[in-house]
């Protein structure tokens, strides 16, 4: 079973950062792209950022300008730098990989997540 682990999640005021990872199998990191989703309470879990095996980003509207998605191939990992942290950020972040053409979809099981909440 494939295990997706993410990590770096906290307690931060508005206008603080953050840096999540997530830690990914090697064989599945390697030729996949790779995108971060969030799921505030109450609400549906929403895409936020996608990476591809060539390093093409693209970003939700609501985070564009703010986070910054990346990858390490040395490391299988892919990380999620958030800054100008906003209480609407509060959720709990997690990564996948992304359906080849549709983000709403995603191929493997989710893991825990990593809690972010940022206080006004």
């Known amino acids: 079973q494939v295990q997706l682990v993410e990590s770096g999640g906290g307690m931060v005021q508005a206008g603080g950062s953050l840096r999540l990872s997530c830690a990914v199998p090697?064989?599945?990191?390697?030729?996949?792209?790779m995108a971060w989703y969030r799921q505030a309470p109450g609400n549906k879990r929403e895409w936020v950022a996608t990476?591809?095996?060539?390093?093409?980003?693209n970003y939700a509207v609501s985070v564009k300008g703010r986070f910054t998605i990346s990858r390490d191939n040395t490391k299988n990992a892919v990380y999620l730098q958030m800054n100008s942290l906003k209480p609407e950020d509060t959720a709990v972040y997690y990564c996948?990989?992304?359906?080849?053409?549709?983000?709403?979809?995603?191929?493997?099981?989710w893991g825990q997540g990593t809690q972010v909440t940022v206080s006004s």
């Open positions: 990476i591809t095996v060539g390093d093409s980003t």
């Open positions: 996948n990989v992304p359906h080849q053409f549709s983000t709403g979809l995603v191929l493997y099981s």
């Open positions: 090697a064989t599945i990191f390697s030729i996949n792209a």
